[in-house]
């Protein structure tokens, strides 16, 4: 299978439907099948009844866009009832606002533009955030776009963020303190009481990246799981983001950015008023917004309720605490840390747990990579309530095969690649295609790659220089969504 893909131009006549929806079905065969419960990230599916149900409301609201909300009352409707649907779950009062956006990493550049933006009101012109270093690379994203430092901190043993090295972080030009309830590499939740305290008592706004968590920890807690306070009953939480389109199960392209009150939020808001086009103002990064995630999120929140979502996350929180006890009996295989909901990380103390990765990828399961420390990550979800068993049987085998000293392990250092951030964003059988194109960008002959992920984790760690992997990562994103017979720059 070649990663290459051909230029096109648009065909003079238009194509049959019939044979346009051919090439897509069969260019989907190649695609990871989430369907049979064997992908444990990106997907989100709560069943194909309520999948059906969701797409008829996003059908309804095809067409219409959400940047004008006077012109469309429904869509404007729809997302403040979802809004204050959400901001009530996650302890918020009426004074807490919010705006819908297309998915975390805009909720969150919106959350960290708001500080700035607040920050320099208070005369902060060089405004720095503090964050766990196991917080999501939206933050990252946001600094890079917004020129707002991030300062990392460790966390602990527990993978929890080091509050001491938090407090020593602050100087007098942070404007923002971050904690995640929970982190997506481990699953733990972050000391949220304690990371607002620090934030209030030092006069800093307070974000709590719920992303993963704020359409769960709720129902979690219903169920009489333990689960530390996270959300806004915290006092000096500022604001928080929650994904719709993760444990929400709505339609993709829907997550929310909420404030403590609207004072905070206007801190976001983008006005232009000297176009010839006319006033023009904007909640949030994008301009047009789909009218169709707005409603099929606000038709899913009305369809489950809180029972249907606390019916959904006892089936889920079964299946990982099978999954949990599970990997307690396979030797060498360990869960890290004592993650809160269902997402949680696999790691060895005796294995290459790259290895089990691989021998459970040959096996059909896709499974993301992790490092620092080396790690599979499990998003579980509704999607696998029947595919747990056969995971943990397919693990054990894969341990076991593990378990033997590998024949011939590495490869020359020098020759190096790759590639974290793609390996995670394109994992598994995408793997292989990604090693090809970057022996290209290198210059390297195919055959001297290794072919497992396991093995080019190994040559990373070895690397020398983190900031050649930044440039080749890059080289590989420009390369993949490049056709063949365009030039490098
Ligand atoms: C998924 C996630 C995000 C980013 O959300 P996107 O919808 O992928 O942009 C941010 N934070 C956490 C903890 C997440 O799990």
Redesign the pocket.
Same mark, same amino acid.
């Given at each position: 299978m070649s990663g290459s893909v051909d230029a096109k131009a648009l065909p003079e006549a238009g194509r049959e439907e019939e044979e346009i929806l051919e090439e897509m079905r069969a260019l989907r065969e190649e695609d990871v099948n989430w369907h049979d419960g064997k992908v444990w990230s990106l997907v989100f599916h709560a069943s194909d009844e309520l999948a059906a149900f969701s797409k008829q409301a996003y059908g309804m609201f095809y067409a219409e866009n959400g940047l004008n909300p006077t012109a469309f009352p429904s869509l404007r409707r729809f997302e403040v009832e979802v809004i204050s649907m959400v901001a009530k779950l996650l302890g918020g009062d009426l004074q807490v606002v919010g705006n819908m956006t297309s998915?975390?990493?805009?909720s969150?550049l919106m959350a960290v533009k708001a500080a700035r933006e607040w920050g320099r009101k208070r005369g902060k012109s060089d405004p720095e955030m503090v964050l766990p270093m196991s917080a999501?690379p939206?933050f990252e994203k946001a600094a890079h776009y917004f020129g707002v430092k991030a300062v990392h901190v460790p966390v602990r043993k527990d993978f929890r963020v080091d509050l001491r090295a938090m407090r020593k972080a602050i100087n007098r030009r942070t404007v923002l303190l971050v904690g995640?309830a929970?982190?997506?590499p481990q699953g733990v939740v972050d000391p949220i009481e304690e990371i607002a305290q620090l934030a209030q008592r030092r006069k800093l706004l307070c974000h709590v990246?719920a992303? $993963?968590?704020g359409m769960m920890l709720p129902f979690v807690r219903d169920l009489g799981h333990q689960v530390p306070a996270f959300d806004f009953a915290v006092p000096g939480v500022t604001s928080m983001?929650v994904?719709l389109?993760?444990y929400g199960y709505a339609a993709k392209g829907a997550?929310i950015v909420l404030y403590r009150d609207a004072e905070l939020r206007k801190h976001q808001y983008f006005a232009y008023t000297e176009w010839p086009g006319g006033i023009y103002v904007s909640p949030t990064m994008t301009g047009t917004r789909p009218g169709g995630a707005i409603a099929a999120a606000w038709a899913m929140l009305n369809r489950l309720g809180l029972s249907g979502y606390r019916e959904i996350a006892r089936d889920v929180m079964a299946a990982a605490g099978r999954i949990r006890a599970g990997v307690a009996e396979i030797e060498g295989v360990d869960v890290l840390g004592e993650p809160t909901m269902s $997402?949680m990380a696999l790691g060895s103390k005796t294995l290459d747990i790259y290895e089990v990765g691989d021998a459970l990828a040959e096996r059909g399961w896709h499974l993301d990579r992790q490092q620092n420390p080396a790690s599979l990550h499990l998003t579980i979800n509704a999607a696998h309530l029947e595919s747990t068993e056969q995971l943990l049987a397919d693990l054990r085998e894969a341990a076991e095969l593990c378990q033997r000293p590998p024949t011939e392990r590495l490869i020359q250092r020098s020759k190096l690649l790759l590639v974290n951030t793609a390996m995670r964003v394109l994992p598994g059988p995408v793997a292989t295609k990604v090693t090809r194109v970057a022996s290209r960008v290198l210059g390297i002959g195919d055959g001297e790659l290794p072919k497992k992920t396991a093995a080019m984790y190994g040559l990373m760690a070895a690397l020398p220089n983190k900031g050649d992997l930044n440039e080749m990562v890059i080289e590989l994103l420009d390369k993949l969504t490049r056709h063949e017979g365009s030039t490098p720059a």
């Open positions: 998915g975390g990493t805009e969150i999501h939206a995640s929970p982190q997506y990246d992303c $993963v968590g983001s994904d389109h993760k997550s $997402v």
